[in-house]
């Protein structure tokens, strides 16, 4: 994973098949990248579904919430609208898994994103990063946690 | 290592032995089938082992995936205002399978509520808030998922059967908090 203190590579993905985002349109906001093997895990209570419940808290620390698989927007388009999510998911799907490489979060023999979370502040600054093993959901509190640092200094 | 944030307090419901050895806190979803699933274990064990017990129930509803969650919630912290929370909690469990906001009601009358103070306790904000920081907590705390249960405050990762959630209360009782 790309080390704290580095500045965290652009990119420019689709969310839908109509809308994209980078990193720049959310300058001024911390943000959260959370990459993630796929859509439709089969449990309730996954990591996606988990930060969906947790937007509000994720807002009031100044955060927005990416999640980034490589299945493709209409793949995300489904599953956004099938778990009610909230946030914005991103594909990783042209070039596939671009983006993970870039931060050292590809699943090379999968061929698919690794479980990987990254906390940036409002300059686009990489302050926390968390790699989990792909069947662990991580939580939030080590997001939290990195989100107060960052909001208590200043 | 997650360790629950905060401990213990006069906020949470709690059974046993308030000086007992060991503790039990489990965050649970009212419409979860997996805390449906261990509702009747949890129960098995606090029965078990009596006053060397101390078992604490907070909130984690996740409302996307479970629609019914927040209400349940809510509507058992409005029997705790009347001293009914477990009453509720059992009723809320043991019917998962029809809950609805008629449901609610029907459980509020069969555990003998003050069914105009129930109406009015649950329209209290405070009781959405009181719900609003369990979830809070949980998140702190490290939980990513229900139930989630934490021995003697350290998120406990095992098995969630009988045994072995015995096992681990029972390695705690004999070592003392770590």
Request: hydrophobic content about 40%; some cysteine; glycine content about 8%.
């Amino acid at each position: 994973m790309l080390p704290i203190g580095s500045a965290a590579p652009d990119f420019r993905l689709y969310s839908t098949p109509d809308q994209q985002y980078s990193i720049q349109d959310f300058s001024g906001r911390n943000l959260i990248l959370a990459f993630y093997p796929a859509d439709w895990s089969p449990v309730c209570g996954d990591q996606m579904s988990l930060y969906n419940e947790m937007l509000q808290l994720f807002r009031k620390q100044n955060a927005v919430l990416l999640g980034i698989s490589v299945d493709s927007k209409w793949c995300h388009q489904a599953y956004t609208q099938s778990r009610n999510l909230h946030f914005p998911l991103l594909a990783d799907f042209e070039p596939k898994g671009a983006v993970a490489k870039a931060y050292g979060a590809y699943d090379q023999k999968e061929g698919q994103c690794e479980r990987a979370l990254y906390v940036l502040d409002d300059s686009g600054i990489i302050r926390w990063h968390h790699l989990s093993p792909p069947s662990v959901n991580p939580g939030a509190d080590g997001i939290l946690d990195a989100l107060g640092k960052i909001n208590s200094k200043r | 290592m997650s360790k629950l944030k905060p401990p213990i307090g006069k906020q949470d419901h709690v059974r046993g032995n308030a000086n007992a050895p060991v503790s039990l806190v489990e965050y649970g979803d009212f419409q979860c089938p997996h805390c449906g699933l261990a509702y009747p274990m949890v129960e098995e064990i606090v029965r078990e082992l009596g006053h060397e017990l101390r078992f604490a129930y907070r909130h984690f509803p996740l409302g996307t995936a479970h629609p019914m969650a927040l209400s349940a919630a809510i509507a058992s912290e409005a029997a705790g205002r009347q001293r009914k929370f477990w009453p509720m909690h059992h009723m809320i469990f043991e019917n998962q399978d029809r809950l609805s906001a008629e449901a609610l009601w029907e459980f509020g009358t069969v555990i003998g509520l003050d069914m105009d103070q129930f109406e009015l306790d649950i329209n209290d904000p405070a009781l959405e808030e009181k719900v609003e920081a369990d979830f809070e907590s949980g998140v702190r705390s490290g939980v990513n998922g229900t139930p989630t249960f934490f021995i003697n405050e350290i998120r406990y990762n095992g098995d969630h059967d009988k045994e072995s959630i015995l096992a681990a209360l029972q390695k705690h009782k004999h070592h003392g908090s770590i």
